[in-house]
């Protein structure tokens, strides 16, 4: 990482654990006053995400931007955007993928979160992605993150880069990293039940996925204290 | 070009000469039933690309899908989708760029346009981009194009090929090729000006530019039959 003492960075916050855990890393690393955060309104079914994304980054004291992407609802066809399509458990017999995949959807996030650092000279992004446990996902991968840096450069002509400080930690290292960087506190203004449900449902693949990684890490998860 | 007799291609129609030359060019190399096109909404200010792409797109017998995208005007800053800035003739004295350029926009483009093609089978997707005359846009080179593939193909697990017929291609060219391809009766239902006028203002470095590649190539422009 080429940093200088004023390089600034753009977290790309979803108010989920795991960017909220990002969040704090680029607290950690590029100082206060040079983190802001964006979050999309990409017409997600939990709206609750966006409200959540408002109080972390309130609560971490950094700016936080909305932006609207209304393309994704108008593609259709995945249980993330689509209130008619229920969140399976199993993955598509066809694709081997997860049908809360949202082809490019970090793609679309990371080029738009560009497109906005570029005018206002901030030169790293900051992105929950991870490889570990979340294979089923290409556009997590590190591979991925490497080349879309290198498109965003080419394609900007900037010296734009991405950083993914969880792609190879295990959800129970992620944990560690939080509450290391000074993030649970914050851990209980996120959101992360695919079904939308605060307390959270528990059941869903993400809740398991959540609460398994707390557990290993021997914490609490202040979001169960909600239940 | 790995393409197999039921291959699918996909072309993003601006509703403008480039693009339609490349429209033609796709159907004679997949075939009339092989070809569909899409066209972004994104706030461009001249509403009249979205009415040209569908006339061309019936015009040559193909499907279009208006896709919208909300993004960039809530970005804003340019001159392409803020109607309060006026196209420069200027390059920007920071950037070196056109106050015309949108950061990132073709590779937004083409990734929405890969994220339609996923589910639908299309493994081919067909751009106007050209290196030549444009060298003000880093996101219509080759070099970009070629790491936007890579990033496409990893991101979404796909063979997706971008194809940018047009890249080395002088306007003049572009306007032989269109000859051959039997796109010019096509060329009276295009739009190119930056200033939005139908029959197009004549002064903007878009219709310099339009005007420079017909005399060049020696044939009339359809669209001059409308002045």
Not at 121 to 146: F, K, N, W
Request: net charge negative; hydrophobic share 40%; charged share 20%.
């Amino acid at each position: 990482m080429t940093r200088t003492k004023n390089s600034k960075a753009l977290v790309v916050l979803s108010g989920g654990q795991d960017s909220t855990t990002c969040l704090y890393w680029a607290l950690d690393k590029f100082g206060a006053d040079h983190v802001s955060s964006v979050t999309f309104d990409y017409g997600q079914r939990h709206r609750i995400e966006l409200e959540c994304a408002k109080n972390v980054a309130k609560h971490a004291g950094v700016s936080n931007v909305i932006l609207p992407i209304d393309t994704f609802a108008a593609l259709g066809g995945d249980a993330l955007t689509d209130a008619e399509i229920d969140v399976a458990t199993e993955l598509n017999s066809d694709t081997g993928l997860p049908n809360t995949f949202v082809p490019g959807r970090n793609l679309i996030f990371l080029t738009f979160a560009a497109a906005f650092a570029y005018p206002r000279g901030i030169e790293h992004l900051v992105t929950g992605v991870a490889e570990t446990d979340y294979s089923g996902y290409p556009d997590c991968r590190e591979e991925t993150m490497q080349s879309l840096q290198a498109t965003l450069q080419l394609g900007m002509e900037t010296e734009i880069e991405i950083h993914a400080p969880l792609m190879h930690l295990s959800k129970a290292e992620t944990v560690e990293l939080a509450v290391r960087l000074g993030a649970l506190p914050a851990m209980s203004l996120t959101h992360t039940c695919y079904n939308g449900e605060r307390p959270p449902c528990g059941r869903c693949p993400a809740c398991e996925l959540r609460a398994k990684g707390f557990a290993a890490a021997g914490v609490m998860d202040p979001l169960d204290e909600l239940a």
